[in-house]
């Protein structure tokens, strides 16, 4: 149980740091609104790579990268991880440079309850009694922004977000690779598409990487580390945590994008209040079953 115990503390601490950093990683965005959102993915793609084949050189890990190769589960997981990533990352990068940040903060909000859904689907995890009636508060906040404020709130921005990640999270949970070296395929597979749109524009001239200046060209290229860390991060956790515990954790970076969204001045309408107001309330439901969960664990025999 020691093992077991550290391993879950672990997860928790490492699924922490990624919902810190995803929390405040608007702000990053912010810098560098004037630049489009898919030349703004296609380089996080290719330095994200950069740094990750720095990081498995320095680790020592081609070894590890060259036997999740060698199965066809180690291939077919991370092209489907990989195309469900760069959706993410693309309609994310969108939302938060065109003022979107509490669509994309709804989003997050959903997604450790779609986590749960999954949980229960494929991993055949058990629904507690608080985490249907979650669910079904959360549906019922979704509907209501849907009819109260209909598509120009950016609801597809959020139900695409909380899809995307919530199965990319799956994926990297049963893929046979580890945290960096899976990550590290996903990212390779998708630079062909990158590097090609990247030299597309640079070709045609509206390329702001190589026009905007230094500082522009550096933050660019920063998006590598702030893209590759808190993926690192949320991989180490959710190979060490059951699905439906992540989602548990989910809430610390909505909030905060939340906060970022409303401290720049977003337009808070009173259906995106009925819905935050719903999605709240389910996550206070998850939370308090959880401990109470956690509570009986610890008061059992044997324990």
């Known amino acids: 149980m020691n093992e077991e115990h550290a391993r879950a503390r672990a997860g928790v601490l490492l699924g922490v740091s990624a919902y810190l950093c995803w929390g405040f990683m608007p702000l990053y965005f912010r810098l560098i609104a ?37 199965s066809r589960r180690g291939l077919l997981i991370p092209a489907a991880s990989a195309l469900l990533i760069g959706v993410n990352w693309l309609v994310f990068t969108y939302a938060v440079t065109n003022g979107y940040v509490l669509s994309a ?23 507690s009694q608080a985490q249907k009636i979650a669910t079904a508060l959360a549906a019922a906040g979704v509907a209501s922004l849907a009819i109260g404020a209909g598509a120009g709130t950016g609801l597809w921005i959020s139900l695409t977000l909380a899809a995307s990640f919530a199965l990319y999270g799956f994926l990297r949970k049963i893929a046979p690779a580890g945290a960096l070296e899976g990550m590290a395929i996903e990212t390779a597979m998708i630079l062909p598409l990158a590097a090609f749109w990247v030299v597309m524009i640079e070709a045609d001239g509206s390329a702001r990487f190589s026009a905007a200046g230094p500082l522009t060209a550096s933050l660019i290229a920063l998006g590598g580390v702030v893209t590759a860390i808190p993926l690192l991060l949320f991989t180490g956790a959710a190979r060490r945590l059951p699905y439906s515990t992540l989602g548990f954790l989910q809430y610390i970076a909505p909030t905060l994008q939340f906060a970022v969204g409303v401290f720049y001045g977003e337009r808070l309408t009173t259906a995106h209040l009925i819905c935050f107001a719903a999605i709240w309330a389910a996550l206070a439901l998850v939370a308090l079953d959880g401990l109470r969960t956690a509570h009986r664990a610890r008061a059992a025999p044997g324990l």
């Open 34 to 70: 004037h630049v489009p959102a898919a030349e703004i993915v296609a380089h996080r793609i290719i330095w994200s790579l950069a740094f990750l084949a720095l990081l498995v050189a320095v680790l020592r890990r081609w070894g590890a990268v060259r036997v999740a190769l060698a």
């Open 105 to 127: 903060s709804l989003g997050y909000y959903l997604n450790p309850l779609v986590n749960i859904l999954l949980g229960v689907l494929l991993l055949k995890e058990r629904l």
